[in-house]
């Protein structure tokens, strides 16, 4: 709710981090987290609506939205390219063309964004499983969501030394990210960001906003 929003922007303020439009389907019972079919133009005006409501609050808060990541199974219907795609690259382009797409590296969107003229940063899962394709694992499948720490941490790791990522089969795949998601609601998210973030500066990686790279 708005209440909730601007709290998070004055935290985004207080701390000096980026900002970001995490925009996804109107199904607040489901989280976000269901398929669905929406029509072209019902799809473009919640991303138009979404995204232009954060502005203002952010502009309140004294913040900039830099870019827009959509959620759920909007991200995952996206990737896949089609007409939801084109509604969500048609919205944000209607709002700020400047606005940077975060979206699952390798796949069909990055390109359909990029040759709309989007800037885009490709973006991996530390949390989540992976399939040979390089889409992710259903939630309603076994092992889709990732809990061990020591796991999540040792395939980040073996991701940036190999380019490569670990799939359920058991086969490793080349992917090329910009950006690591680890979700808000995974529970001990903190604690597996903070034991990633001490791993990979130990290594010498430089952790920090994909805005500033």
Do not use: W
């Not at 973030?197 to 430089?206: K, M």
């Amino acid at each position: 709710d708005p209440e909730g929003l601007l709290e998070v922007l004055r935290q985004v303020k207080a701390e000096g981090v980026a900002a970001g439009a995490h925009v996804g389907y109107r199904d607040l019972v489901g989280f976000g987290r269901r398929n669905m079919q929406v029509p072209y133009e019902a799809l473009l005006c919640d991303v138009i609506y979404q995204i232009g409501a954060l502005q203002v609050l952010a502009r309140v808060a004294g913040v900039e939205i830099r870019y827009v990541k959509p959620h759920g199974a909007l991200y995952n219907t996206i990737s896949k390219g089609g007409s939801q795609a084109e509604a969500v690259i048609a919205g944000i382009r209607a709002v700020d063309p400047d606005l940077t797409l975060v979206a699952l590296a390798g796949s069909p969107i990055v390109e359909m964004s990029r040759a709309s003229g989007l800037a885009v940063v490709e973006e991996m899962f530390a949390d989540r499983a992976y399939r040979a394709d390089g889409t992710l694992v259903d939630r309603r499948e076994k092992g889709a969501v990732l809990h061990d720490s020591a796991e999540i941490t040792a395939r980040v790791l073996n991701y940036v030394e190999t380019g490569k990522m670990r799939t359920i089969e058991g086969e490793e795949i080349a992917i090329s990210a910009q950006s690591v998601c680890i979700h808000g609601d995974t529970p001990a998210a903190m604690v597996i960001a903070q034991n990633l973030h001490r791993a990979l500066s130990a290594r010498g990686v430089a952790v920090k906003s994909f805005m500033d790279a």
